[in-house]
T-cell receptor, first 112, second 110 residues
Framework: DTGVSQDPRHKITKRGQNVTFRCDPI?????LYWYRQTLGQGPEFLTY????????KSRLLSDRFSAERPKGSFSTLEIQRTEQGDSAMYLC??????????FGPGTRLTVL | GQQVMQIPQYQHVQEGEDFTTYCNSS?????IQWYKQRPGGHPVFLIQ?????EVKKQKRLTFQFGEAKKNSSLHITATQTTDVGTYFC??????????FGTGTRLTIIP
């Protein structure tokens, strides 16, 4: 399978716990994006990497969120001290220079 | 901040009828992309429009980019049950992040 993969697909956690999600982009894509999507809404941009450099981060992203792409391949998104409002689908996408983004299946987070 | 609005929010059509969704941006866009998301699925890229006034067709789907590069539309002719899903426009305004619209959810009555 050469598409974008995300792990885990589902995560249930208690409020206050930390969670980490992983995204493996299409191997030849140097751009990687994280989005959050809630029910009935479009994906909301969180952050963007070009290779290992994090070039943009949404102003809506609180300090509890951090993302890395240490070797310019896979990426991780960590949420510290989760809150119920963090419950959402977290989508990863990758692209080459042509801007068409390929999305992964997402990680559905439920914070109890 | 940048906003991308879509209308209608929902559309129910009889199979075989046409469908149109409209996208409006508060700022001029460098390009616009359209994605389709099936229920329970993830967004899938349909097309990208770059030029002012550009029109592109994919079988029964026609995409337009406005002259001012602030609006766009997607028209589906003779809808089929496989067209069910939510259609999102997403605008790129020079930076590298896409601003997704609110989406139009299409349901088909067989």
């Amino acid at each position: 399978d050469t598409g974008v993969s995300q792990d885990p697909r589902h995560k249930i956690t208690k409020r206050g716990q930390n969670v980490t999600f992983r995204c493996d982009p299409i191997s030849e894509h140097n751009r990687l994006y994280w989005y959050r999507q809630t029910l009935g809404q479009g994906p909301e941009f969180l952050t963007y990497f070009q290779n290992e450099a994090q070039l943009e981060k949404s102003r809506l992203l609180s300090d509890r969120f951090s993302a890395e792409r240490p070797k310019g391949s896979f990426s991780t998104l960590e949420i510290q001290r989760t809150e119920q409002g963090d419950s959402a689908m977290y989508l990863c996408a990758s692209s080459s220079l042509f801007n068409e983004q390929f999305f992964g299946p997402g990680t559905r987070l439920t914070v109890l | 901040g940048q906003q991308v609005m879509q209308i209608p929010q929902y559309q129910h059509v009889q199979e075989g009828e046409d469908f149109t969704t409209y996208c409006n941006s508060s700022t001029t866009l460098s390009n616009i992309q359209w994605y389709k998301q099936r229920p329970g699925g993830h967004p899938v890229f349909l097309i990208q429009l770059v030029k002012s006034g550009e029109v592109k067709k994919q079988k029964r789907l026609t995409f337009q980019f406005g002259e001012a590069k602030k609006n766009s539309s997607l028209h589906i002719t003779a809808t089929q049950t496989t067209d069910v899903g939510t259609y999102f426009c997403a605008g790129l305004s020079g930076a590298n992040n896409l601003f997704f619209g609110t989406g139009t959810r299409l349901t088909i009555i067989p």
